[in-house]
């Protein structure tokens, strides 16, 4: 339901870069842009493949950058580890100007990095791949029984999250406490 | 109704199902991805792992409840042995069953193809205490998929007091014969229990003659045994 919606709308955006296959069309010759991850490698990235991230596209757009300066300056994304950005990357690249298909087979496969991949997709605000990640986030756990569920998702027991609940009040506790001190003593 | 209670004794079940032991290689903190993420994520099981999810804790099932799930057809069902059935009106080729059997040994998923009709059953083994399980279960789904009973068939006397305290409207009602042992029991069947649809009573085991001469607001009235159904009831039903 909400993958077809996302399907249409971010297709329509990447329809130009298809469009110099035309004879009368002129030939526009394509910008590029820079990000790097936490490992500082930098990426060059087309803004065509771009266009999939909301975050970046609205960067690019509110900057206004001649690609002298995206050079000099890479988008930094000090939150993502740099083997994620590469996968975000590449699919932003395989998927330049198309509509990601419903069984997309070009996606990441690696289970073990789905939670870093998830949370960079969100931050960058790549709605199609985030639809597919979901998913896969969800087919982890087809088939599968209540424990079984319970182990791949790491839900914790009622008992457990109490305990956390208690435990992050104390905290809180702690910390307030902590602070009404230093106030006091930045008074004094 | 506790809800802790509920879902101990319905986990203690689902507890079963665990058949294969091999620990999972890939995992992932679900509890810890942004809100709406987590919500998509959930949108993607299907009925039954959304309700297996929602028994997991009361945090699991609080966040299903901040899914704004279409209203699903829920309907108790007795044939040859006692099932729950869920549909969503939009799609009704696609039903979930939660079925209790007396012959299984073990809970088991299974899926069934008739014509374009697919059928998903969560099979659990009817223990003796099935009834108490039902209910439990229905009083869950309700409570998280936001949806009401939609049809039941009665066929054992405590479900008629716990449906009457649970929901006061319902589409199609069925109850089997010799289920109301009395008077006191149809009355209060008829003054606090409004069928909208299809009202099927089975015979009425009791020594006592009696009439009824109110109308029974329903749209569709079978009646097994009428005799004590009387003319006025009849000419003043719509």
């Known amino acids: 339901m909400s993958s077809t919606e996302q399907g249409t709308s971010s297709a329509a955006p990447a329809e130009p870069t298809t469009a110099p296959e035309s004879a009368a069309a002129p030939e526009v010759p394509e910008s590029f842009y820079y990000v790097h991850g936490k490992d500082k490698v930098v990426h060059k990235v087309s803004a065509g493949a771009l266009q999939h991230s909301a975050l970046i596209h609205g960067m690019i757009s509110n900057l206004g950058y001649t690609e002298e300066q995206a050079k000099a300056n890479p988008f930094p994304f000090e939150n993502i580890d740099g083997d994620i950005l590469q996968m975000v990357v590449d699919w932003c690249n395989q998927h330049k100007g198309k509509p990601t298909p419903p069984e997309d087979t070009n996606l990441p496969k690696q289970k073990e990095k789905l939670f870093d991949l998830v949370l960079a997709v969100n931050y960058l605000e790549i709605k199609e791949l985030l639809t597919y990640c979901c998913k896969q986030v969800a087919m982890m756990v087809k088939g599968k029984s209540p424990e079984e569920i319970r182990e791949i998702w790491m839900i914790p027991t009622d008992a457990e999250d109490e305990a956390a609940e208690k435990e992050a009040k104390k905290r809180a506790g702690k910390e307030a406490a902590g602070e009404t001190a230093a106030a006091a003593g930045d008074a004094k | ?238």
Not at chain 2, 35 to 51: A, S
Not at chain 2, 59 to 64: E, G, M, Q
Not at chain 2, 204 to 233: C, H
Request: aromatic content about 10%; charged content about 25%.
């Open chain 2, 1 to 238: 109704m506790s809800v802790n209670g509920t879902e101990m004794a319905l986990l203690q079940r689902f507890g079963q199902l665990n058949i294969r032991k091999k620990s999972p290689k890939s995992r992932i903190p679900l509890f810890k991805l942004p809100q709406l993420v987590l919500l998509e994520c959930i949108e993607n099981l299907d009925v039954l792992e959304i309700l297996i999810f929602s028994l997991l804790s009361k945090r699991a099932k609080s966040t299903v409840k901040l899914i704004r799930w279409n209203p699903l057809d829920l309907r108790l069902k007795f044939e040859d042995d006692t099932h729950i059935c869920l549909k969503f009106p939009s799609d009704p080729s696609r039903e979930w069953v939660v079925d209790y059997d007396k012959e299984s040994s073990y809970p088991y998923f299974q899926s069934t193809l008739k014509g374009p009709n697919v059928s998903r059953h969560l099979v659990l083994k009817d223990n003796g205490n099935a009834m108490g399980e039902i209910k439990q279960m229905i009083e869950h789904i309700c409570e998280v998929f936001r949806s009401s009973i939609c049809g039941i068939d009665i066929f054992e006397e405590s479900l008629i007091e716990w449906v009457i305290n649970l929901q006061s409207t319902i589409q199609y009602v069925s109850i089997n014969d010799d289920i109301i042992i009395s008077v006191q029991t149809l009355n209060r069947i008829f003054k606090n229990l409004k069928v909208t649809e299809f009202f099927r009573l089975g015979s009425i085991k009791t020594d006592q003659k009696f009439e009824i001469t109110e109308p029974i607001p329903s749209r569709l009235v079978t009646i097994y045994k009428s005799y004590w159904f009387t003319l006025p009831a009849i000419l003043n039903g719509n």
